[in-house]
């Protein structure tokens, strides 16, 4: 059963460039949750899909774009890339279902690191 | 911003001791979690109470929940050189789902 996956492991890029990260979910979830870590900090919550909407958001610009696709997987857009953005960016899936009681337990991809320079 | 806060920031123990991390939030819960990660890589799931529950075990770790001071603790008994990692408590914030990580604690136990 493969867990939740992510590419690229590592990237660099240049400031006002636009980069994509790709996530694909745990077997049998549904429910893609995108989080921003900063070296030395927790990580914080960029935005969450379900059903190929987004469905929640942190405090993030617009540059910060996603996409869930029919068969769950998920994209990470940033525009206009910023020095700051330079973070690890963790892709985390759940199960939320219809009808059914959800899992609260989300499980999290090893990560992307992206560098801007 | 986040809500949760962890302390210590640091803690340095030998193999064999016992290691605490506390855990502070400001607002309340449907539930706590605590992760695992290890030298930037991804997160690792440990434990989850919920907020009616005040302790759990899961193998070496012990989680203790008290929503009247909006705190919880994470206990890990006899430690291992392979323990040594960053831990972060995260709550569930207004929505499914949305957790709220504090900044961690920075556990390294010494052979």
């Known amino acids: 059963d493969a867990g939740v996956t992510q590419s690229p492991t590592h990237l660099i890029k240049t400031r006002g460039q636009q980069v994509t990260l790709r996530c694909s979910p745990k077997?049998?979830?549904?429910?893609v949750s995108w989080y921003q870590q900063a070296l030395g900090q927790g990580p914080q919550f960029i935005f969450q899909?379900?059903?190929?909407?987004?469905?929640q958001r942190g405090n993030f610009p617009d540059r910060f774009s996603g996409h869930q696709f029919p068969n769950y997987s998920s994209e990470l857009n940033v525009n206009a890339l910023l020095l700051g953005d330079s973070a690890l960016y963790l892709c985390?899936?759940?199960?939320?279902?219809?009808?059914?009681?959800?899992?609260?337990?989300?499980?999290f991809g090893p990560g992307t690191r992206l560098t801007v320079l | 911003s986040q809500q949760g806060e962890e302390d210590p920031q640091a803690l340095s123990i030998q193999e064999g001791e016992n290691a605490t991390m506390n855990c502070s939030y400001k607002?309340?819960?449907?539930?706590l979690q605590w992760y695992r990660q290890n030298s930037g890589r991804g997160l690792v799931h440990l434990i989850l109470i919920r907020s009616n529950e005040r302790e759990k075990h899961s193998g070496r770790l012990r989680v203790t929940l008290d929503t009247s001071k909006k705190s919880s603790s994470l206990l890990i008994t006899a430690s291992r050189a392979a323990d040594t990692a960053s831990y972060f408590c995260?709550?569930?914030?207004?929505?499914?789902?949305?957790?709220?990580f504090g900044a961690g604690t920075r556990l390294a136990v010494h052979p």
């Open positions: 985390a899936s759940s199960w939320r279902g219809v009808g059914i009681q959800s899992t609260d337990t989300q499980y």
């Open positions: 899909y379900y059903e190929e909407e987004e469905r």
């Open positions: 995260a709550t569930d914030g207004r929505g499914y789902n949305k957790l709220i």
């Open positions: 077997s049998g979830h549904d429910t």
């Open positions: 607002t309340s819960i449907n539930n």
